[in-house]
């Protein structure tokens, strides 16, 4: 848990087995498909991982195919999941241009963005 976590590049990542069962973490580059890491984790043990670069991650338990989740380390602190419909919001941001990434169902699209004032609404152009 959760099913989609935000980090920051450069941040630890706490990986917790709070179960009576031993597991793996099993994390991989989306899009390339290479292994960060696989690690075995014993009940109630933890295992810290910094990502240093940006962008998706799978990370999955192989002796428990349901347990699954994805990870996205972000270059800066503004980040946020979307609601069912599509939709976010990203508060305090100041006016200024900046380039916008949206990952969803496995894709990146990237588009910039001009913050001119309190409110600044967005249509991604696939």
Do not use: K
Not at 80 to 105: A, H, K, M, Q
């Amino acid at each position: 848990m959760p099913d989609t976590l935000y980090v920051r590049v450069g941040q630890p990542v706490e990986f917790r087995n709070t179960d009576n069962l031993g597991h793996n973490v099993n994390v991989h580059r989306r899009g390339s498909g290479a292994t960060m890491f696989d690690v075995e984790t014993d009940p109630q043990e933890t295992y810290v991982h910094t990502f240093d670069r940006v962008g998706p991650y799978d990370v999955a338990c192989s002796e428990h195919p349901g347990m699954q989740a994805t990870l996205v380390a972000a270059d800066g602190p503004l980040a946020t999941i979307s609601d069912n419909r599509g939709r976010f919001e990203l508060s305090g941001v100041p006016p200024g241009l900046y380039r916008l990434v949206v990952t969803f169902e496995g894709r990146t699209l990237e588009q910039a963005v001009t913050v001119s004032g309190p409110r600044t609404e967005v249509r991604l152009a696939p």
